[in-house]
């Protein structure tokens, strides 16, 4: 079975500055796909960024980027220039690529993101 | 649109009593979930629906069930509450396998006493 892990419960940053939150993954399968959910206090699951295996290149969305190594199994999101509306919890998750499988989403326990002025 | 809407947003219900968490999709999306969060947790899917009248059990589907009469609405069964169910609900939907982001209600915190 595919376990998620995101071994920092809590992360701060200072506004303008960089973050990267960690995510580490466990799978027999090939091909997949990776992604990273904001949940702001809202509770809203909002999607930051995705990540297909199969492909070598980083995914990038504005200020948000990833640094997806495949064979060590990790995804780590990077935040650069962050603001004081990137505060959340982030959730890292995982979901099989299989064809005859659903798309069920796989969740790490999420790193708590706090943003000081 | 809409997109994935959940009544209610909050809820208290006694040990045994039963209720219905009600989850719309104005989007057309085949594909249909519930999950829940618990405390300082990640998100766990409870069940799941390819299509109207196709649904299946998830990682945690004990205590629930469903129905999908209709592409749009996904309605969660709690049948006899137990304290272990006090969680919040996120419903969510996505058009098909080949698009695959998943959108998020915006939850339904219950809490079992």
């Known amino acids: 079975a595919q376990t998620v892990t995101q071994s920092q419960p809590e992360m701060s940053v200072q506004e303008a500055e960089t973050v990267t939150l960690s995510c580490t993954y466990d799978t027999s399968e090939s091909d997949y796909y990776l992604f990273w959910y904001k949940q702001p206090p809202s509770r809203q699951m909002i999607l930051v960024i995705r990540?297909?295996?199969?492909?070598?290149q980083n995914a990038t969305e504005n200020r948000f980027s990833v640094n997806f190594q495949k064979a060590a199994k990790s995804f780590s999101l990077k935040i650069s220039d962050s603001q004081l509306g990137d505060a959340a919890m982030y959730f890292c998750?995982?979901?099989?690529?299989?064809?005859?499988?659903?798309?069920?989403?796989?969740f790490g326990t999420g790193t708590r993101l706090q943003v000081f002025p | 649109n809409a997109g994935v809407t959940q009544t209610p947003k909050f809820r208290i219900l006694k040990i045994g009593q039963s209720m219905t968490l009600q989850c719309a999709q104005d989007m057309n999306h085949n594909y249909m979930y519930w999950y829940r969060q618990d405390p300082g947790m990640g998100l766990k899917l409870i069940y799941y629906s390819v299509g109207a009248g196709i649904t299946d059990k998830g990682e945690v589907p004990n205590g629930y069930n469903v129905s999908r009469s209709t592409t749009e609405d996904f309605p969660l069964r709690l049948e006899l509450a137990a304290p272990s169910q006090t969680s919040v609900y996120f419903c969510a939907s996505s058009y098909s396998m080949a698009n695959y982001e998943q959108y998020f209600g915006p939850g339904t915190r219950l809490t079992v006493t």
């Open positions: 990540q297909e295996a199969y492909k070598q």
């Open positions: 998750a995982y979901r099989t690529r299989r064809s005859y499988n659903t798309d069920k989403l796989i």
